[in-house]
């Protein structure tokens, strides 16, 4: 490509010597430049993927960090279920429903107790509070024989 390129140069102009020179200058300057170009393209690429190996390290980091945490988090919250489940399963169902009863009862029977007095005396007036006279309506209806 180069002998093509000066003999072009060198066919095309008047003064041969300057305009080699020059062409020679020139492919060499423009290579320089491709070269320049290739190895900014390069470093480029380095960069790009020392950027992604820096951030798939810092995923892994920030993943494995989430996961200490969680593995944490369960144990404190195993921990605790353990707790509260152990303290339940260690007290007695029935000794705590018989608790609850007895004091049920209890509380049923001092209720009676504090108004047996006004219930039997209430139900005793009632009895013994009996109409000698009859209504309008009995009245109608013994004279009309129904009853």
Known sequence: LKPVLLLFFFVGTGSAPTNICSAMASANKSQELIHQLMSAEKQGEELINTAKKNRLAKLRLAKEKAEDDLKVFREEQEAKFQKETGSKAAADPTAELKDSTKA??????????????????????????????LTDTQKQALKSGTV
């Open 104 to 133: 049920e009862i209890d509380m049923v029977t001092q209720d009676y107790e504090a108004n047996k007095a006004m219930t039997i005396e209430y139900i005793v007036s009632k009895v013994l509070e009996v109409s000698t006279q």
